[in-house]
């Protein structure tokens, strides 16, 4: 059985910091396409970002130089970190794991920029 775990999320003040964590399990991480996502109220799930082929990374223009996308294959987990949080940044974050024809998604973790 595959499973998708987040954890980390929770309330930050603008300017703050959060490290997010997808441990995974029934699949090995390391040959999937690993991705965060997040969906704020009234909006559509957005990449915020992943592993793309060759260990590259992409990331969404809203977040880049703030986020950084990171993984240890030895324990099947990804993680995001988030600087610099804005409150615009306050969505459910929902890790997801693709291949070619299997795409699993994680239950998501709240994450709520406020002062």
């Known amino acids: 059985q595959v499973q998708l775990v987040e954890s980390g999320g929770g309330l930050v003040q603008p300017g703050g910091t959060l490290t997010l964590s997808c441990a995974t399990s029934?699949?090995?991480?390391?040959?999937?396409?690993m991705g965060w996502y997040r969906q704020a109220p009234g909006k559509q799930r957005e990449l915020v970002a992943r592993?793309?082929?060759?260990?590259?990374?992409n990331y969404a223009d809203s977040v880049k130089g703030r986020f950084t996308i990171s993984r240890d294959n030895a324990k099947n987990t990804v993680y995001l970190q988030m600087n610099s949080l804005r409150p615009e940044d306050t969505a459910v974050y929902v890790c997801?794991?693709?291949?070619?024809?299997?795409?699993?998604w994680g239950q998501g973790t709240q994450v709520t920029v406020s002062s």
């Open positions: 592993f793309i082929s060759g260990g590259s990374t």
């Open positions: 997801n794991a693709a291949i070619v024809g299997k795409d699993y």
């Open positions: 029934g699949i090995r991480s390391s040959v999937y396409t």
